[in-house]
């Protein structure tokens, strides 16, 4: 394979990096048509050719300026569009991109060597579980998380004790924390022993959700996002992560404008 061209004149592949020669996997994977492990499925299966020629060897490179890849004689191409996805995040786990101790993070469960630049939008606590959010698109990033336009995020709680009526009606009208006030927010039972508790919230401040409950008096055990927005975890096994829709990042602009 030719390579014309030095790495400081290659282009830019928009998401942070220069489009250089890599596995073929990883192309398959960074063109949108399967995951890593799928593509090499993909390759073993004889469906992948490269400038026309099956290529079955997991170890072989590509380079995108150069070479043509096709998947069941279907050109592929490198997708320079931003990428978005979701990651069911499990407890224990800590909402940064940079180890700072030796514990896991975010950053390990995440496809960051496909889609360089991810980074959270937003943070759960450690112990926090559920469905955070991923880009590579600064911008969608800023939308999601400025305070004039948050959206909505449901979160479950477990609760210490059962949680009063009036307890749940003063989180629905707004309590105060050292921070402020908080804004209404939507709160039904989950449980019929009323120590599982469902929360809606349009802000999002530093453990707000714990910080709700202490204020008044029902600490919580444990927590867990549901839904951030339009988007729900649906079947994602804690840990998984899985790529958004065109159509779900449109979704979620229009709740963030709305
Ligand atoms: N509120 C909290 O207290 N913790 C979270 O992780 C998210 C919201």
Same mark, same amino acid.
């Given at each position: 394979?030719?390579?014309?061209?030095?790495?400081?004149?290659?282009?830019?592949? %928009?998401?942070?990096?220069?489009?250089?020669?890599?596995?073929?996997?990883?192309?398959? *994977?960074? /063109? %949108?048509?399967?995951?890593?492990?799928?593509?090499?499925?993909?390759?073993?299966?004889?469906?992948?050719?490269?400038?026309?020629?099956?290529?079955?060897?997991?170890?072989? $490179?590509?380079?995108?300026?150069?070479?043509?890849? /096709?998947?069941?004689?279907?050109?592929?191409?490198?997708?320079?569009?931003?990428?978005?996805?979701?990651?069911?995040?499990?407890? %224990?786990?800590?909402?940064?991109?940079?180890?700072?101790?030796?514990?896991?993070?975010?950053?390990?469960?995440?496809?960051?060597?496909?889609?360089? %630049?991810?980074?959270?939008?937003?943070?759960?606590? /450690?112990?926090?579980?559920?469905?955070?959010?991923?880009?590579?698109?600064? !911008?969608?990033?800023?939308?999601?998380?400025?305070?004039?336009?948050?959206?909505? $995020?449901?979160?479950?709680?477990?609760?210490? $004790?059962?949680?009063?009526?009036?307890?749940?009606?003063?989180?629905?009208?707004?309590?105060?924390?050292?921070?402020?006030?908080?804004?209404?927010?939507?709160?039904?039972?989950?449980?019929?022993?009323?120590?599982?508790?469902?929360?809606?919230?349009? !802000?999002?401040?530093?453990?707000?959700?714990?910080?709700?409950?202490?204020?008044?008096?029902?600490?919580?055990?444990?927590?867990?996002? !549901?839904?951030?927005?339009?988007?729900?975890?649906?079947?994602? $096994?804690?840990?998984?992560?899985?790529?958004?829709?065109?159509?779900?990042?449109?979704?979620?602009?229009? *709740? *963030?404008?709305?």
């Amino acid at each position: 394979m030719s390579n014309p061209l030095a790495f400081e004149d290659r282009p830019e592949d %928009g998401l942070g990096g220069r489009i250089v020669p890599m596995r073929l996997q990883k192309f398959l *994977a960074r /063109a %949108g048509v399967a995951s890593r492990r799928g593509s090499e499925d993909l390759m073993t299966a004889g469906r992948v050719t490269v400038n026309g020629v099956v290529v079955t060897e997991l170890g072989s $490179k590509v380079d995108p300026l150069v070479d043509e890849v /096709a998947v069941d004689g279907k050109v592929v191409s490198l997708a320079d569009e931003p990428v978005t996805i979701m990651l069911h995040k499990p407890a %224990g786990v800590i909402t940064t991109m940079k180890a700072q101790s030796d514990k896991p993070i975010v950053a390990d469960l995440v496809p960051t060597d496909d889609f360089p %630049g991810l980074f959270p939008i937003g943070r759960l606590d /450690a112990d926090t579980t559920g469905l955070l959010l991923f880009s590579t698109n600064g !911008e969608l990033g800023n939308l999601l998380l400025h305070p004039r336009h948050h959206v909505a $995020k449901t979160y479950l709680a477990r609760l210490k $004790k059962p949680l009063e009526d009036e307890s749940a009606q003063r989180l629905r009208a707004g309590v105060t924390l050292d921070d402020g006030p908080t804004q209404p927010a939507d709160v039904s039972y989950a449980d019929k022993a009323r120590k599982l508790v469902r929360i809606t919230l349009r !802000e999002g401040r530093y453990h707000q959700v714990k910080r709700m409950f202490d204020a008044v008096g029902d600490p919580v055990v444990s927590l867990h996002r !549901e839904s951030f927005g339009p988007l729900r975890l649906g079947k994602l $096994k804690p840990g998984e992560w899985r790529q958004l829709t065109d159509s779900e990042v449109d979704k979620l602009r229009r *709740a *963030a404008r709305s």
